[in-house]
């Protein structure tokens, strides 16, 4: 069965280098040749956690263009290797109960469908959970049919089994990942005829040991690609809200506003990479962006089509719209009437949050202390002889200003703001 583009088979290698996704790949002149007809490929996501993070979308929308271009995805969600956990630099991790995982391998699966096509083409992607054979592996089974495949030496050299062997030591639960991530391999080629495997760079040796789990046992050649890891251009590490946390897929987690002011906030050295990698905007609207930036940065039109697009795509169209209004209100480019309770909450709620009881009336002075915006009455009071300080987008210039109850939001709210970006919630009540 021959691709959708039969005149370009090599197209989706031609664009993965343009986007910038091709870190490491076995032959890649094989892997064209391959890329001749249908191919099935699969990504693997362990449930580490009840959701997806941002820095998943990189392997799972390669997933998707590889869809896009005639190819038959599959989506493993790691039940198995999820309750086992890949050897990091940092220790050994927390061991999970088997519920927990269940339970995090379930949500992650539903929000694996919201990215690719399960239709019942013959491009329709597959879910599957690797729990469903390794389970039912037994212990003699693996030592004599993946086992046995395997060099102790070439385990031991990978660089995060080095570096633990050097410090606080591994144990043969988590040394035994790469084994169990290398069957799956094999299962998924007996099963579908899988062929090729994606994942981010840091999974390259666990990946290159399924291919040669499957040579070895199968007798057959297959394929290994990785995507970068993303990084911001300033050092710091991409999806770390500004909380600190994850930025999760969930929206009961992460907040589709919190999801939006991220991406808007790209910086320019990182925003185009991020269109490529992020988006499936075509190469000449992204050129125009690149443009744009470069000539008239402070217009910071990438960012917003950025932020527009990631937003849609992980919450949907009109929570899109909804924290577009949100955004702009908040900063006095919109009317903050014109957003329900629930949007200027979630809003709020990714800003430091101040609380007063029912019936308060404090006074500016003590609502920038309150909020953090200031950090003392001193501060405070000169923030508003300078004309710097703001309650629902009003400048206050008297610091015995109180709110009355028709300044209250919904009956509740305060927006407090310290010059142009500095941005407070209150609560009263």
Not at 80 to 109: H, L
Not at 255 to 280: E, S
Request: hydrophobic content about 40%; charged content about 25%.
């Amino acid at each position: 069965m021959t691709v959708a583009n039969p005149d370009q088979p090599t197209a989706i290698l031609d664009e993965l280098t343009w986007r910038g996704l091709i870190a490491q790949s076995t032959d890649i002149d094989e892997l064209g040749k391959v890329l001749l007809d249908r191919t099935t490929l699969y990504a693997g996501f362990d449930p580490t956690a009840p959701s997806l993070h941002a820095g998943h979308l990189v392997p799972l929308l390669t997933l998707r263009r590889f869809q896009r271009a005639g190819h038959r995805p599959i989506v493993l969600a790691g039940g198995a290797t999820g309750m086992i956990g890949d050897p990091r630099d940092v220790g050994e991790r927390v061991m999970q109960t088997a519920e927990t995982v269940a339970d995090s391998a379930e949500k992650i699966r539903l929000q694996l469908e919201r990215f690719v096509d399960f239709d019942s083409s013959p491009t329709g992607a597959v879910v599957v959970n690797n729990l469903d054979w390794t389970s039912k592996l037994s212990v003699i089974d693996f030592l004599r049919d993946v086992g046995k495949h395997f060099s102790v030496n070439t385990m031991l050299a990978r660089d995060t089994v080095r570096r633990r062997l050097e410090s606080d030591g591994i144990s043969y639960t988590e040394f035994s990942y790469m084994l169990l991530q290398a069957n799956d391999y094999v299962q998924l080629h007996r099963e579908y005829g899988c062929s090729l495997q994606i994942g981010g760079s840091d999974q390259w040796g666990n990946i290159i040991a399924g291919v040669d789990l499957t040579r070895r046992v199968a007798g057959d050649s297959v394929h290994a690609m990785t995507v970068p890891l993303v990084t911001a251009a300033d050092g710091k590490k991409f999806g770390k809200s500004t909380g600190g946390g994850s930025l999760w897929l969930d929206p009961e987690r992460t907040t589709p506003y919190a999801w939006y002011q991220y991406f808007l906030n790209t910086a320019d050295a990182d925003v185009i990479r991020y269109l490529k990698w992020f988006t499936f905007l075509g190469r000449d609207e992204i050129d125009e962006l690149e443009r744009v930036t470069a000539e008239t940065p402070h217009l910071r039109e990438a960012q917003r089509r950025l932020a527009a697009e990631m937003t849609t795509l992980v919450h949907g169209e009109s929570n899109t719209e909804a924290v577009q209004v949100a955004s702009q209100a908040l900063f006095g480019r919109a009317e903050l009437t014109d957003l329900d309770e629930g949007t200027l909450a979630a809003a709020l709620s990714e800003t430091t949050v101040a609380q007063f009881d029912a019936g308060s009336t404090p006074t500016i002075v003590e609502l920038l202390v309150a909020t953090g915006l200031s950090e003392s009455n001193k501060a405070a009071r000169r923030t508003v002889g300078e004309g710097g300080a703001y309650v629902n987008n009003q400048k206050v210039t008297a610091e015995d200003w109180q709110p009355t109850t028709a300044d209250l939001l919904h009956g509740a709210w305060l927006v407090v703001r310290r010059g142009k970006k500095n941005l407070a919630g209150v609560q009263i009540g």
